[in-house]
């Protein structure tokens, strides 16, 4: 491709391709050239050096989280939509997680990204720090809940780099791993189900029924936040010395 027809969009979205297939080690500027047809240095005249074309590929994947409709939807489906939308894209990109660590992300997909998660708690009710707080304790379980599957992915691709049988290798670890685990009765009960492959993996519908745990807790939050206070608020009942109920409170 002639450097006067390349674009940085075009730039870009290879870079996310090279990326999700060979991770933060295997994008190198020689790379990107072969998959886009150009020269290396051609990519120069758009893009300062790697690390700016990841920060420009970490935000461009940001769009692909959809915002749902405030106006339309109560904020748990909101909250569960945004969730599940962010968990869906850290899953396809594992490299963006990766990144975290060595990187700062900052552009208008991330900030566009935070600013509706905002809304979604300001709709529920909470106020300022409140909604912060609530919003981010909702990223960091959905970035939690993909940590396993990224790592799994790097572990994988070094291990295949280094010349060896990576789902072997990982296979006779997993061995390993049980033999020692069902020294322990409640892992052993867990290994003896008939569905068992390791005691690492996770149930079905985790981050499911995390999520939901989640948002529950939430709500329950905001329903002390709008407990009446003062005289009108309820009384806790009076027991007597046994422990009853009086009835008389």
Same mark, same amino acid.
């Given at each position: ?24 080690? $295997? ?10 047809g ?7 005249? %758009?893009?300062?050096n790697?690390d700016?074309?990841?920060?420009l590929a970490?935000?461009h994947?940001? %769009? ?15 909250a ?8 869906a894209?850290?899953?396809? %990109? ?9 990187h ?6 991330? @900030?566009?990204?935070?600013? %509706?998660?905002?809304?979604v708690?300001?709709?529920? $009710?909470?106020?300022g720090?409140?909604a ?11 970035l939690?809940g993909?940590?396993? @599957? ?11 780099q ?10 006779d670890?997993?061995?390993k791993?049980?033999?020692? @685990? ?18 690492? @993996? ?11 745990a ?14 009446p206070? $003062? ?11 046994? $422990? ?6």
């Amino acid at each position: 491709m002639p450097r006067d027809t390349l674009t940085k969009e075009q730039i870009v979205r290879t870079a996310i391709e090279l990326l999700d297939a060979e991770g933060l080690d $295997g994008l190198n500027m020689r790379s990107l050239g072969k998959r886009l047809g150009t020269v290396a240095t051609a990519v120069y005249w %758009h893009v300062k050096n790697k690390d700016d074309l990841i920060l420009l590929a970490g935000d461009h994947v940001w %769009h692909e989280v959809e915002l749902p409709d405030l106006d339309a939807l109560d904020w748990r489906t909101a909250a569960t939509a945004m969730a599940t939308g962010l968990h869906a894209m850290l899953s396809r %990109h594992p490299w963006l997680v990766q990144a975290f660590g060595s990187h700062l992300f900052y552009g208008p997909g991330k @900030a566009r990204h935070d600013d %509706h998660s905002l809304a979604v708690y300001e709709a529920a $009710g909470f106020v300022g720090t409140q909604a912060d707080r609530a919003a981010a304790t909702v990223f960091t379980f959905v970035l939690g809940g993909v940590l396993g @599957a990224s790592a799994a992915v790097s572990l994988t691709r070094r291990l295949s780099q280094d010349g060896g049988d990576a789902e072997a290798l990982i296979q006779d670890t997993m061995v390993k791993a049980s033999e020692i @685990a069902i020294q322990f009765p409640r892992l052993r009960t867990r290994l003896e189900t008939p569905k068992a492959v390791d005691y690492t @993996a996770a149930p079905d519908q985790t981050f499911e029924f995390g999520l939901q745990a989640l948002l529950d807790g939430l709500e329950d939050r905001l329903t002390g936040l709008r407990a009446p206070a $003062g005289p009108d608020a309820p009384r806790p009942p009076v027991t007597t010395p046994g $422990g009853y109920e009086d009835p008389s409170s």
